[in-house]
Nanobody
């Protein structure tokens, strides 16, 4: 499974971005998908996950501003990010699990700055 993340960029504080992550390759049943992020000089941290049936979980500090969703027919994962803050600046990585193997995308840079 290959994951291609896109949608990152430069946005002003208070703005919004929508990240996408398209899965390709040998796909038969992707279960959990999710987003992580890594800010400069910090460890990678979990952002949100979504099950195949649509059950979502969020990092407590992000709930209410970020929304994770997926389109199973398109094998695509999304992350809608609203009210962005400079502290949200990071490389965002998508993940997908299939048959007990977790796959990672290459990351997309999100920079929140005025």
């Amino acid at each position: 499974v290959q994951l291609q993340a896109s949608g990152g960029g430069l946005v002003q504080p208070g703005g919004s971005l929508r990240l996408s992550c398209a899965a390709s390759g040998t796909i038969f049943s992707i279960s959990t998908m999710g987003w992580y992020r890594q800010a400069p000089g910090k460890q990678r941290e979990w952002v949100a996950t979504i099950s195949r049936s649509g059950i979502t979980n969020y990092a407590a500090s992000l709930k209410g501003r970020f929304t994770i969703s997926r389109d199973n027919a398109k094998n695509t994962l999304y992350l809608q990010m609203n009210a962005l803050e400079p502290e949200d600046t990071a490389v965002y990585y998508c993940t997908a699990s299939q048959v007990a193997t977790q796959y990672w995308g290459q990351g997309t840079q999100v920079t929140v700055s005025s």
